[in-house]
C-alpha cells in the first residue's frame, strides 16, 4: 500500500518523500510552528521552505520539538536571489542553518536562476554538498537552457527541479528532459492555490471517485512521478491533501486532465527574474 511518507530514490541515492508541506506564505512564529507541528502530527515527513519566506526559525522548532528522528524527515531550503553568488550563498547557507537549527540539510536548492549569477551559485552548492553540509542539491524555476548551462559547466547535476506546474501549466518538455537526464521534478503551487478546482474535468473526476477536485490533482501529479509539496494551514485541507494514497485515476483519466493545460502561468517567467 502506498502512502504519505513513500519516497522517490533521487539520482545520488538519497530517499526523499514524494509528499510534504509547502509553507510559502506562513506566517513566522505561531503560525509556522503550529502548521509543521499539526502536518508533523498527521504523518507528513518533507518540509518545503526557503530564506525568502522568512519562516524558517518556526520549522525548525516545530521540527525540533516532534521529537520525530532528524533521520526520517526531510528538510528543504533554498537561496534567495539577492544572496547568489559563490561566497554569498556559502554564508546564506550557514545563516539559514542557523535559523533552522539543524546540523545538516537534505536538499538546497537555488531559487531562481539569476542571470549571471546562477553558475556561481551552483559552484557553491556542490561545495556544500561534497562537505557532507547538505544530502542533496538542485535547482527551481530552471528551463531546460539553464540545465544545459549546468550540465556543460560542473560534474553533480541537480536532484530536483522544482517548477510551477498544475493542469493548466503541465509542462510536458521540461518534464520529459528532466526524466531523460536523471533529474525528479516537485511540483509548486500543485493546485495553483486554489484557481482550478471549479473545472469540470477535474469536478466529475471527483465526483466519481469521492474525493475533492485538490486532491484528483495531486493525484495526477503522483501518477506523473512528480513530487509535491501541497501549502495549507488549515487542519482539514491538510488532511485533505495527504489522503490521496488509496485511488487511482486511469489513463484516459490522467489524460483528460492532461488536456487542461494551457502553458499558463501564474507565477514569474524563469526567463526574466528580476525580482
Ligand atoms: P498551493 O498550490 O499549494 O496552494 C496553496 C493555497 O491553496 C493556499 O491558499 C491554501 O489555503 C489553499 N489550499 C490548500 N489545500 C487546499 C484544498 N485542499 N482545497 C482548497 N484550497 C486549498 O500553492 P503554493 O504556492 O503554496 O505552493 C506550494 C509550495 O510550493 C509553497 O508553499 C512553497 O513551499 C513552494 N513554492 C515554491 C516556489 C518557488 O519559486 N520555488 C514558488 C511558490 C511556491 P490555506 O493555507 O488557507 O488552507
Not at 93 to 108: I, T
Not at 109 to 137: C, D, F, N, S
Request: proline share 4%.
Amino acid at each position: 500500500m502506498s502512502s504519505i511518507q513513500d519516497t522517490v530514490r533521487l539520482n545520488n541515492g538519497v530517499e526523499m518523500p514524494k509528499f510534504g508541506l509547502g509553507v510559502y506564505k506562513v506566517e513566522e512564529g505561531q503560525q509556522t510552528e503550529n502548521t509543521v507541528r499539526k502536518a508533523l502530527e498527521l504523518g507528513y515527513r518533507s518540509i518545503d521552505t526557503a530564506a525568502f519566506y522568512q519562516n524558517e526559525e518556526g520549522v525548525g522548532k516545530a521540527v525540533k520539538e516532534s521529537g520525530i528522528p532528524r533521520e526520517k524527515l526531510f528538510i528543504t531550503t533554498k537561496v534567495w536571489n539577492s544572496d547568489q553568488g559563490y561566497d554569498s550563498t556559502i554564508d546564506a547557507f550557514e545563516k539559514s542553518m542557523r535559523k533552522l537549527n539543524l546540523e545538516y540539510l537534505d536538499l538546497y536548492l537555488v531559487h531562481w536562476p539569476v542571470i549571471g549569477k546562477y553558475l556561481e551559485t551552483w559552484r557553491a552548492l556542490e561545495t556544500l554538498y561534497q562537505q557532507g553540509k547538505v544530502r542533496a542539491i538542485g535547482v527551481s524555476n530552471f528551463q531546460i537552457h539553464h540545465l544545459q548551462d549546468i550540465f556543460d559547466h560542473f560534474q553533480v547535476r541537480p536532484a530536483i527541479n522544482q517548477i510551477e506546474l498544475h493542469p493548466k501549466l503541465a509542462q510536458p518538455e521540461l518534464r520529459a528532459f528532466c526524466k531523460k537526464h536523471g533529474i525528479f521534478v516537485e511540483a509548486w503551487s500543485p493546485i495553483a492555490r486554489g484557481r482550478y478546482l471549479d473545472e469540470p474535468v477535474l469536478m466529475e473526476l471527483a465526483e466519481k471517485h469521492g474525493k475533492t477536485a485538490a486532491q484528483v490533482i495531486l493525484r495526477w501529479h503522483l501518477q506523473n512521478y512528480v513530487i509535491i509539496i501541497p501549502k495549507s494551514i488549515t487542519e482539514a485541507r491538510l488532511k485533505e491533501n495527504a489522503d490521496i494514497f488509496d485511488f487511482e485515476l486511469s489513463l484516459a483519466e490522467m489524460e483528460n486532465i492532461n488536456l487542461l493545460n494551457e502553458n499558463k502561468r501564474f507565477g514569474a517567467d524563469p526567463d526574466h527574474v528580476d525580482f
